[in-house]
Structure formats: structure tokens, C-alpha cells
T-cell receptor
Framework: DQQVKQNSPSLSVQEGRISILNCDYT??????FLWYKKYPAEGPTFLISISSIKDKNEDGRFTVFLNKSAKHLSLHIVPSQPGDSAVYFC???????????FGKGTKLSVKP | DAGVIQSPRHEVTEMGQEVTLRCKPI?????LFWYRQTMMRGLELLIY????????DSGMPEDRFSAKMPNASFSTLKIQPSEPRDSAVYFC?????????FGPGTRLTVT
């Protein structure tokens, strides 16, 4: 039973345009959400996070939106750059737990 | 800090052999996680430790898999005997709760 779902295995975007990566979750107890980025042959690296008390968090070109009622979050990358091409993992946790629950990832390709 | 260190980076072994993967977490982190990444299943949590104590090993696929954390700076994941379906990238991660920091991974190939 997948508690964190990334329904799009891949996404292709033109350089300079917006990339929107989506993530849905089923557990209403989750209170902290993260996005990780993974290049080939490397471990995932933290990108941005959001607490459930917020609905938006921005860091440069990256913005994460959280819709608690819909149990949905999204990562926006504006403008997209070829170096953003990677696999993006959505993750969630609840305060009482020590581990993150990851989605299966979305492979983003940004074409020049 | 050097980050999470994993060894070896690549391992090729024959079916039936014992495989040991090693991890050194970031100093001061009290959580350590072992993940396996495959195309089909994405990032699967195998087991995690808190203060060297295994907390949840429900992700360990079979008795052939075992993990230990004898002290705060070292952990091993052992597969005995190994099978071709164990071929994957194995990641170790550590945290002090919340954000997890991943190592570079060990790519295991079992022939």
C-alpha cells in the first residue's frame, strides 16, 4: 500500500518553461514533506521541504505547494534548466516516526 | 563533514556468495537508514536504527538480509546467500530526525 504516490514516472519540459512535479499522499498524519533530487550514480540530495502548517515554501527557482485537504503537494521549478534533469522523489513523515516515506520518483528531462 | 560514506561503491558477486555493505553515518546523527533502489519499486526502506537500535525492519525482504549497527559510526547490511534478484543500488542515509542525508550508494550485481 503506497502512502506516497508520484503518478507520473517521467516529465519532459523545454528549457525556460515551468516544471510541475506532483505528489499525492494518503496518510493524513503526515506533517512534514520533502523533495529530493537524484542524479545518476549519486545518492538523493535534499531539495526543499514544507511543514503541514504552511501551504507554500519557496527557495529560489523551487517552490513547493501543499494542499492538505486534497492530500497533494507539488514542486514547481521556474525557469527550468537542463541541469535540473534528474529524478525527483517526494517524501513524507509524521512527527512521531523517525523515517521518511518516499514516492517512486519522477524523471524530469529539461530539453535545451 | 565528509557526509555519509558507503563502501564498496560497486560489488559484483556470484549467486550464493555472502555480500557485506558498509556505511559510516554523519557524526552526530542518531538515525541510520538502509534503502534499496530498483526500477520497479523505487526507493524501498529496508531497515532503520535509532541510537544503534533497530526500530523497524519490516522492509527487509527475507531472512537472507541482516543489518547491524555495533556503534554510532558504523553499520553493515549483509546478504547471505545472495541471489540475482538482489541486484540493485543500496543506499545508506542518516539523520538527526527529519531531513535524511544519503550516501552515494553501492551498486550490487549478483550474477
Amino acid at each position: 500500500d503506497q502512502q506516497v504516490k508520484q503518478n507520473s514516472p517521467s516529465l519532459s519540459v523545454q528549457e525556460g518553461r515551468i516544471s510541475i512535479l506532483n505528489c499525492d499522499y494518503t496518510n493524513s498524519m503526515f506533517d512534514y514533506f520533502l523533495w529530493y533530487k537524484k542524479y545518476p550514480a549519486e545518492g538523493p540530495t535534499f531539495l526543499i521541504s514544507i511543514s503541514s502548517i504552511k501551504d507554500k515554501n519557496e527557495d529560489g527557482r523551487f517552490t513547493v505547494f501543499l494542499n492538505k485537504s486534497a492530500k497533494h503537494l507539488s514542486l514547481h521549478i521556474v525557469p527550468s534548466q537542463p541541469g535540473d534533469s534528474a529524478v525527483y522523489f517526494c517524501a513524507a513523515m509524521k512527527g512521531s516516526q523517525g523515517n521518511l516515506i518516499f514516492g517512486k520518483g519522477t524523471k524530469l528531462s529539461v530539453k535545451p | 563533514d565528509a557526509g555519509v560514506i558507503q563502501s564498496p561503491r560497486h560489488e559484483v558477486t556470484e549467486m550464493g556468495q555472502e555480500v557485506t555493505l558498509r556505511c559510516k553515518p554523519i557524526s552526530g546523527h542518531d538515525y541510520l537508514f538502509w534503502y534499496r533502489q530498483t526500477m520497479m519499486r523505487g526507493l524501498e526502506l529496508l531497515i532503520y536504527f535509532n541510537n544503534n537500535v533497530p526500530i523497524d525492519d519490516s522492509g527487509m525482504p527475507e531472512d537472507r538480509f541482516s543489518a547491524k549497527m555495533p556503534n554510532a559510526s558504523f553499520s553493515t547490511l549483509k546478504i547471505q546467500p545472495s541471489e540475482p534478484r538482489d541486484s540493485a543500488v543500496y543506499f545508506c542515509a542518516s539523520s538527526s530526525r527529519g531531513r535524511e542525508y544519503f550516501g552515494p550508494g553501492t551498486r550490487l550485481t549478483v550474477t
